[in-house]
């Protein structure tokens, strides 16, 4: 009886170890993974998480953007999240997203960046900050450069 209870403990403890989902963000306390800054700016942060289930925070997106393309770019990723400008604190599928770069919003690092739900509200902040509008891969690109 005592080893299907062991064996029962050992299962629910793997279960709930590879749990593939976002862990919340402590604003004002967690630092952020690649630069070590506290994360403040509810607008702008970003998380990573592995298909392991390793939760990596950021305090601007550009943050999590250069993570990727240095330190993770062989870390098997299951989900790529950024905060939604209009939502603070709200985070929402990174690859789906529109990305604003305007100078008329600082982001946390000095890129600009700042994330919306999709093109359409990319198009309507575009329209109020001006800035240049970039998908997921397309911001990838201009910040490599």
């Not at 403890?13 to 604003?27: A, F, G, K, R």
């Not at 550009?62 to 993770?72: K, P």
């Not at 600009?112 to 240049?132: C, Y």
């Amino acid at each position: 009886m005592k080893y299907f209870i062991f064996l029962g403990i050992i299962f629910s403890s793997i279960l709930v170890s590879c749990n593939i989902s976002p862990q919340q963000i402590e604003y004002g306390t967690d630092a952020c993974h690649y630069c070590n800054m506290t994360i403040v700016d509810r607008q702008h942060s970003a998380q990573l998480v592995t298909t392991k289930g390793k939760a990596y925070k950021y305090d601007a997106i550009e943050c999590m953007v250069h993570s990727l393309q240095d330190e993770m770019k062989d870390t098997e990723m299951a989900l790529y999240l950024v905060a939604d400008f209009n939502q603070p604190g709200q985070l929402m599928d990174a690859t789906m997203a529109s990305y604003l770069v305007s100078e008329q919003i600082a982001s946390p690092m000095g890129a600009n960046l700042s994330a919306f739900e999709n093109e359409n509200s990319g198009q309507k902040a575009q329209e109020k900050f001006t800035g240049e509008l970039f998908s997921w891969e397309e911001i990838q690109i201009h910040l490599k450069q």
